[in-house]
């Protein structure tokens, strides 16, 4: 193939192979073959438009944030700055809040555990909060134990329905004056209806279940 200038170029130039493709540089025009433009490349800024394929492993650069389309809201956020707040903005069925957990010995802050299966459970000793009553009124179901101090003779106490399963423990801790007692009538109360607290000391456990408090364990207060 003749030299030629670039204005003498045909509207169509085409090349296999090794074929040669004239180039001007500088006012000279060379010869040069297909393989020196097309292998081992370096593009300076180009815009690429849509390419048909193409193989990106060697690739660097690109920003998650601005690079990558499809992902879903804060999905590209979370991969730029991996925190647990950024995974449950990511995530659209979350339940609470706080920080990631995992399965060995993780930290929970009053979690609602709901209704759990185990194949054993450890546990130290069982706290829970306690009531102070003072006089006539109601015995919660809403802590362990209530602490009664009586403040007259027959003082009325009161126990609504519990949870199945429930535990309530009360104690006669104190009296305003000798002679003072205390009568607590649940609302169900198993084979009995009223307990009565005589003497400082006097204590009974029930537990809740079916449709009435049972009483599972007492110190001195009368079943009746």
């Known amino acids: 193939m003749a030299n030629v200038t670039i204005p003498q170029l045909p509207v169509a130039t085409t090349s ?19 393989t020196v433009f097309l292998t081992d490349a370096t593009l300076t800024t180009p815009i690429l438009g849509t390419p048909q394929s193409g193989t990106l492993t060697n690739c660097t650069g690109l920003p998650v944030s601005t690079g990558i389309s499809g992902f879903g809201t804060g999905v590209a956020t979370f991969l730029g700055t991996p925190s647990s707040a ?12 706080g920080a990631l957990v ?9 979690p609602v555990l709901g209704v759990a299966t185990a194949t054993s459970v450890a546990t130290g000793p069982i706290f829970g909060t306690i009531q102070s009553l003072s006089g006539p009124g109601a015995v919660n179901i809403t802590t362990l134990t209530t602490a009664f101090t009586s403040t007259g003779t027959g ?9 199945q399963g ?3 423990t009360i104690i006669y801790v104190a009296e305003a004056a000798g002679g003072d007692t205390g009568i607590l009538t649940p609302s169900n109360l198993g084979s009995a209806t009223t ?12 537990q809740f279940a079916g449709t009435d408090w049972w009483v599972v364990g007492f110190r001195g207060a009368v079943v009746a």
């Open 155 to 163: 003082d009325a106490l009161t126990l609504a329905d519990g949870a």
């Open 102 to 110: 995992f399965a060995t010995t993780p930290t929970l802050v009053t």
């Open 195 to 206: 307990i009565t607290f005589n003497a400082v000391g006097d204590s009974v456990t029930l």
């Open 16 to 34: 296999v192979g090794t074929d040669l493709l004239p180039v001007e540089q500088s006012g000279v025009t060379k010869q040069m073959a297909k």
């Open 166 to 168: 429930q535990l309530k």
């Open 86 to 97: 950024n995974l449950r903005a990511a995530v659209t069925d979350e339940t609470g809040t």
